[in-house]
């Protein structure tokens, strides 16, 4: 369960094509076994010609009364001009693993800190922040729960017509996988992702590679229009 959303985490590439939900916010239930065991919420918050994107993501699994397991993730991602220049994040795991994340624009590089100390990243560098389904054209990403670069391979499997909340919704669906860092404590997850026509993400999935459980996050705040 160490990797539960060594993802989700969710983000796009250039902002001119960032879908910002009507309410400025997306909010997600985090399923397991038929039970919703956390949640993840992201929030946008434009000022002038800079955005704020907010991510907060808790999850608690109790076995009996007491906690088995809990992962938290609070980040703010800085767009400026279209443009990703800051970042600033926390990431909780359940193991004592704590990351303290930062990363900015400095003059031609993007320079970030995280798991592996001091890194300088391209400029173009965008978060795995996976929200915009832009950032599938991407080879690779600024893991925003570590602060690591990974590569990652994507593969379209194509149209299919999902059911959240009786609401029928056309989505494309792709496979999302991304390279391992030496330091990390298990493999990272391939995910499924389904993104609906104006690009937002709708659900996500990955089996846990610890006890082999599928973990679903699907949107909580769709309503008819």
Partial sequence: MKKYLLLLLLISANLYAFPIPKDGKASFDIIRKNKIIGSHEII???????????????I????LFFSAYRFSHLSTETWSNNEFVKFVGHTDFED???YFIKGEDI???FIAEG?????????????????NQDILLEKELFDIQKGVKRKITVKKLGEEEIVINNLRLNTLKFT???SDNPKDKGPFPEYTLWYDEKKE?????????KDKKVVTGI???LENN
């Fill in 115 to 131: 798991m592996d100390g001091e890194i300088r990243l391209s400029k173009s560098i965008l978060p795995s922040n996976l929200w």
């Fill in 96 to 98: 004592e693993r704590e």
């Fill in 60 to 63: 608690r699994v109790n076995i």
């Fill in 219 to 221: 949107r909580n705040d």
């Fill in 201 to 209: 993400l709708i659900k996500f999935q990955f089996i846990n590679y």
């Fill in 44 to 58: 946008f918050d434009q000022i002038d010609d800079e955005l704020f994107v907010k991510t907060k993501i808790n």
């Fill in 107 to 109: 003059d031609n590089s």
């Fill in 176 to 178: 999302f996988d991304a």
